[in-house]
């Protein structure tokens, strides 16, 4: 009996950290992709005014990266996400670690401009 308890309190959290980390990773395939069609814009309108091939380059480059992760966090389920990024993890530890640090940089400056212009 306590193992039929443990394993549906185990199936009932799992199942929850799976919904809010496929909603997360929705929110995140927006946000990508909303900077995605930002890129794009600004490129736009550089190009219009100074053309530039390397910079062209650039932005369709940035813009088909963000793209595709874009699609990436919104076609994935949770688990298989996890998975990618302990495989990830593994395989390039020193990349994944600059990474976290450079999003958790992000995100700390994301946060201090949201909070600043909620006091304001």
């Known amino acids: 009996m306590e193992d039929n308890v443990v394993d549906r309190v185990r199936t009932l959290v799992m199942t929850s950290v799976d919904r ?3 909603k997360r990773m929705g929110e995140a395939a927006l946000g990508v992709s909303t900077f995605s069609g930002t890129i794009k814009e600004i490129g736009n309108v550089v190009q219009s ?12 480059a940035i813009v088909d990266r963000a793209d595709a992760a874009a699609a990436y966090l919104a076609g994935t389920q949770p688990r298989a996400a996890i998975g990618d990024v ?4 593994g395989e ?6 600059i990474s ?18 909620i006091g304001s």
């Not at 530039?52 to 650039?58: D, Q, T």
């Not at 390039?92 to 670690?97: G, H, L, M, S």
């Not at 976290?100 to 401009?113: D, E, P, W, Y």
């Open 92 to 97: 390039q530890p020193v990349i994944a670690a």
């Open 49 to 60: 005014r100074q053309p530039s091939e390397p910079l062209a380059n650039l932005t369709t």
């Open 100 to 117: 976290a640090v450079a999003i958790g940089f992000a995100a700390a400056r994301v946060l201090k401009v949201a909070t600043s212009r």
């Open 20 to 22: 809010q980390i496929s």
């Open 86 to 89: 302990k495989r990830f993890g």
